[in-house]
């Protein structure tokens, strides 16, 4: 038979534990969070030169319209990229397929956003992997004007409007 004792040291060594994931997690949550807002207000002061609503930065899915609609890119994309999940129930092919909708979406919009403020290629990465940054610089920068829609070529819809042609 097993007998287990545990003692008051064992106790506090436990609750010293919780006590240092739970600062790390809320040490994490401040600085997602402050990453949120400094988007939200690169996102609002971008969607403002693109002569769309500000406000629109703050409601999800409809800021991702706003862009697209800015951009010229169609905004189907988001239903696409939101529904993509569903194609997890296929074994293996569909994660790819669902990881592949995802990164393809966020290469046509985050170029067509750069051409749409007559940047080049070098800028899109940026967009895509420090999005916080470039939005405030494209935001809040003065040489930074909004030319209008200039999107990417869109591989799934440029086909299908020529063949519905």
Known sequence: MYTYSYSSADAAAAGGIIAAVMAVFGVVLLISLAIAVVTIIGMWKTLEKGNKP???????????????????????????????????????????????VSIYFTILVNVSLAKAFNKDTGFAIGLIFLAPIFYLILGFGKDNKYVGKNPMKDLLFDNINKESK
């Open 54 to 100: 500000g406000w629109g930065a703050l409601i999800p899915f409809y800021n991702m319209y706003l862009i697209c609609d800015m951009v010229g890119v169609n905004p189907w994309w988001i239903l696409i990229v939101v529904l993509s999940p569903i194609l997890a129930v296929v074994p293996v092919i569909g994660s790819l397929a669902q990881m592949a």
